[in-house]
């Protein structure tokens, strides 16, 4: 069975230092991972996947097989960046679209 | 283009009674997925659909059920509730089997007395 653990409930940085939200995973296969965000009154929605390996509003994540953690950063927040973060984990096989979300992380940027 | 639609917004049920909560996908997508979302507590995965056909499922009890339609919205129906149910549900739809790539609903809201 796969796991996600985003160790943090909670982080708070000031506007214009660099940012990391943390996601480790256990899967024991080649899995897919994502990010996805909720901005306040919004809906969950994608902000990145690593298969992809671009770059979102100035986010970038690389998946590290050998760590097995897929953390999120930003060179330099912005307050608009405040939100619930999710760290999600597609497995192969027939596990068609399940994904396994972790509990998510509360990021608060301060002016 | 039309967003992931979700009805009833909130809802209040008691134990034992059924409940039938409704999805209509975005445009354009094929799949359907189902989450649980409890206080505090990242989405888990109840189900997915594919061409009407249920073709994931998540460590949830039978008496959660869903339906895929033709012109690919959705129901979860869930029987004999629990205080547990109460939670928030989300349905995301997307293109293709496999993606992991969703588009969320804004939820609905079941408490269960």
């Known amino acids: 069975a796969q796991r996600v653990t985003q160790p943090e409930k909670l982080l708070s940085v000031f506007k214009g230092a660099p940012v990391e939200l943390k996601c480790n995973y256990s899967y024991s296969g080649s899995p897919e991972l994502f990010w996805y965000v909720q901005y306040s009154r919004q809906r969950l929605q994608l902000l990145l996947r690593h298969i992809s390996r671009e770059s979102i509003k100035g986010f970038t994540a690389d998946l590290n097989k050998g760590e097995t953690s897929f953390h999120l950063k930003k060179p330099f927040a912005q307050e608009e960046d405040s939100a619930m973060y999710y760290c999600a984990l597609k497995a192969g096989g027939t596990s068609y679209g399940k994904l396994t979300f972790g509990q998510g992380t509360i990021l608060t940027v301060h002016p | ?113």
């Open chain 2, 1 to 113: 283009e039309t967003g992931v639609t979700q009805s009833p917004t909130h809802l209040i049920k008691t134990r034992g009674q059924q409940v039938t909560l409704r999805c209509s996908s975005q445009s354009g997508h094929n799949t359907v997925s189902w989450y649980q979302q409890a206080l505090g507590q990242g989405p888990q995965f109840i189900f997915q659909y594919y061409r009407e056909e249920e073709n994931g499922r998540g460590n949830f009890p039978p008496r959660f059920s869903g339906l895929q339609f033709p012109n690919y919205s959705s129901e979860l129906n869930v029987n004999a509730l629990e205080l547990d149910d109460s939670a928030l549900y989300l349905c995301a739809s997307g293109w293709g089997i496999n993606t992991g790539e969703l588009f969320f609903g804004e939820g609905s809201r079941l408490t269960v007395l």
